[in-house]
């Protein structure tokens, strides 16, 4: 069974860190693309961060150069770093998986940031 488990997220201050990390139960993990979406109330779910198979990495604008995405192979887990962190942050941020060839996707459960000002 496909588990995507994210963890880290949680209540701090502007201009606060945080890092969040995605635990994958998934054959071939190091094929797949991996991405952070966030989705704040009342608003579409939007993509943050990608990192494909080797390691080439996209932001969206309002997250460039505050945050850094990164994985771990060989512990099938993906990391975001989140700095400088603004109310505008706040949402549940969810962890993708694709893997075009054979179309498939997977999301977590996703796990809830909060940046009061």
């Known amino acids: 069974q496909v588990q995507l488990v994210e963890s880290g997220g949680g209540l701090v201050q502007a201009g606060g860190s945080l890092r969040l990390s995605c635990a994958a139960s998934?054959?071939?993990?190091?094929?797949?693309?991996m991405a952070w979406y966030r989705q704040a109330p009342g608003e579409q779910r939007e993509l943050v961060a990608s990192?494909?198979?080797?390691?080439?990495?996209k932001y969206a604008d309002s997250v460039k150069g505050r945050f850094t995405i990164s994985r771990d192979n060989a512990k099938s887990t993906m990391y975001l770093q989140m700095n400088s962190l603004k109310p505008e942050d706040t949402a549940v941020y969810y962890c993708?998986?694709?893997?075009?060839?054979?179309?498939?996707?997977?999301w977590g459960q996703g796990t809830q940031v909060t940046v009061s000002s």
């Open positions: 998934l054959s071939f993990f190091s094929g797949y693309v």
């Open positions: 990192i494909t198979n080797s390691g080439s990495t």
């Open positions: 993708n998986a694709l893997l075009p060839a054979f179309r498939l996707e997977y």
